[in-house]
């Protein structure tokens, strides 16, 4: 069997906002897919600890007072993320998701921050899979947004309720799907190659926009943004 058959870990945050260096989840999803199948969901709301701007909450539904009755805490769940993350890496298992840099440069920053270990300091080293730096790497030149609604458009994939972190996390499973199926090159790299693979994607994608936005006249990127899976 190719990887895409084996176990994959759907992942996803949604957010008080969109900055990864200080942003802290409203809600996360665990979507465990075999043989291509659901076999399992683990998805809960958080508590960040503090009100969630309305900004956020016009685009993924939680307020403050949800988050509060019903939200898991934050540490706990950062904890709890932080080791099932680990564990799957450890036994060689993706996570899928879509930007994952931006998931997971926000649990490597809590993880030091409230744990004292992050996901490096625990010895996660991927392998990850990112829809949103593969679908770059295999269509370059489509144009239009690269949101995960968007990708959903493009590749025939339903998106029941978007900015929900268990459809969102699910969507972006059949998404990879979908691409390997147009692209099945992606199933004949192991998967610490295509994990390396994109680490390189990322960054030349950011250095040919960095060179554009400098081409318009716009501010240039931030040196964080060259770098994946993890933001330093």
């Not at 307020?63 to 904890?79: F, N, P, S, Y």
């Not at 993706?94 to 840099?101: K, S």
Request: proline share 6%; net charge negative.
């Amino acid at each position: 069997m190719d990887w895409s058959s084996g176990e994959l870990l759907g992942f996803d945050l949604e957010t008080t906002g969109p900055d990864p260096l200080l942003a802290l989840p409203v809600s996360f999803a665990l979507i465990t897919f075999e043989e291509r199948h659901v076999v399992r969901r683990v998805a809960a709301l958080v508590d960040p600890g503090v009100p969630i701007p309305a900004a956020a909450t016009a685009v993924h539904g939680v307020t403050t007072t949800r988050a509060q009755a019903e939200g898991h805490g934050l540490a706990g769940t950062v904890l709890d993320l932080l080791e099932v993350v680990v564990d799957a890496g450890a036994r060689g298992v993706p996570l899928v998701g879509m930007n994952l840099a931006y998931d997971l440069t926000i649990l490597e920053r809590l993880g030091s921050e409230l744990t004292g270990a992050g996901l490096r300091a625990r010895g996660w080293r991927g392998p990850a899979l990112d829809v949103l730096v593969i679908d770059r790497r295999v269509d370059p030149h489509r144009k239009g947004k690269r949101r995960l609604g968007e990708l959903c458009a493009t590749y025939g994939v339903a998106l029941e309720n978007a900015h929900d972190a268990g459809s969102d996390a699910e969507a972006a499973v059949e998404v990879l799907f979908r691409i390997c199926a147009s692209s099945p090159a992606l199933l004949e790299r192991g998967l610490p190659e295509l994990f390396a693979d994109q680490a390189v994607w990322h960054h030349d994608w950011a250095t040919s926009y960095d060179t554009w936005r400098a081409a318009q006249g716009m501010e240039r990127l931030d040196t964080a943004s060259f770098a994946w899976p993890i933001a330093p």
